[in-house]
């Protein structure tokens, strides 16, 4: 059974800087791609960012691209998203989410086994 179990969330000033992790296990994840996705009160769930387990591949939606950075710590099975130059429009909670698949997806229904989520909130 795979479990994906988030943390770092909190509050922070805009401008600010948060990294939150994802602890994964239950699985050999190195066919596996890994995702963060957000989702704000009353919006739907979108993408943020994603990275193959076994290239270290990364993908970024447009919104985030230069100031969030995805990465995986292999010998720790935990994968982290840094989050730089934070702006209120980052708030929301945060998803980690896993997808048997080499390949990305920024398409939420494509991942199989989610995280419980953190809270992220970014004051102005």
């Known amino acids: 059974q795979v479990q994906l179990v988030e943390s770092g969330g909190g509050l922070v000033q805009a401008g600010g800087s948060l990294r939150v992790s994802c602890a994964a296990s239950g699985r050999t994840f190195s066919s596996y791609t890994m995702g963060w996705f957000r989702q704000a009160p009353g919006k739907e769930r979108d993408f943020v960012a994603a990275?193959?387990?076994?290239?270290?591949?990364?993908y970024y939606a447009d919104s985030v691209k230069g100031r969030f950075t995805i990465s995986r710590d292999n010998a720790k099975n935990t994968v982290y998203l840094q989050m730089n130059s934070l702006k209120p429009e980052d708030t929301a909670v945060y998803y980690c989410a896993a997808r048997f698949r080499n390949t990305y997806s920024a398409n939420w229904s494509q991942y199989e086994y989610w995280g419980q989520g953190t809270q992220v909130t970014v004051s102005s």
């Open positions: 990275i193959t387990w076994s290239t270290g591949s990364t």
